[in-house]
């Protein structure tokens, strides 16, 4: 079987965020274990227009972002939480897959998704997951059972490259990526495989 295409997005206008270190590093476990990846950032994400779903025209980033996940087979989220919310830039991220609503593979369906939160205190880590995931739910996604939270201020978290300085948050996102590689080869083996049936395989 080909390498899985894992698609990641994420971040704020910031660069070098947070969430959107964590999103690569997410993306490089994947890519270390046989993968095809592609990052979306937050410099990228906030190019695209607010999506409104009267219009039907589209920016070629706005194209390019849909095709991508449209071809994945997995992919990695990543926000910051924002009053135990998801930014609003990955929400228009999300909005504007509304695109993939006619698809044969509608939304995220038979995929694995990867969410990954970063927040400057645990609370805020936690009510987001659990919103990002009612979203990827919605939208017909599968979230890995293992969720990346980071609390900024529980201490340094990635070192002057950029890279995991943490073990603990490391190995989960390792862990994570593990999850969306192996989940996704199951879905490309047999499409009509579900979710419960991945969670009794566990």
Excluded at 85 to 94: C, D, R, Y
Aim: glycine share 10%; hydrophobic share 40%; net charge neutral.
């Amino acid at each position: 079987m080909s390498q899985p295409f894992i698609v990641g997005f994420g971040g704020t206008t910031r660069p070098g965020s947070s969430s959107e270190k964590l999103v690569r590093a997410g993306l490089a476990a994947c890519e270390a274990h046989g993968a095809k990846v592609r990052l979306f950032d937050g410099a990228y994400l906030s190019t695209l227009p607010h999506y409104a779903p009267e219009d039907p025209q589209r920016t070629a980033a706005q194209t390019e972002f849909v095709e991508a996940i449209r071809q994945c087979d997995g992919l990695i989220i990543g926000t910051p939480a924002y009053h135990g919310g998801i930014s609003g830039l990955v929400k228009n991220a999300l909005d504007l897959l509304e695109d993939l609503r006619a698809d044969a593979r509608v939304y995220f369906d038979a995929r694995p998704v990867g969410l990954m939160v970063s927040a400057a205190g645990w609370q805020g880590t936690g009510i987001t997951l659990s919103a990002l995931r009612d979203m990827v739910h919605a939208m017909r996604g599968w979230p890995t059972p293992i969720g990346v939270t980071v609390n900024s201020l529980a201490g340094p978290i990635f070192n002057d490259q950029g890279k995991i300085a943490d073990p603990q948050v490391a190995a989960t996102v390792t862990a994570q990526a593990e999850q969306v590689i192996r989940f996704s080869h199951a879905f490309r083996a047999s499409p009509a495989l579900s979710g419960q049936d991945l969670q009794r395989a566990s």
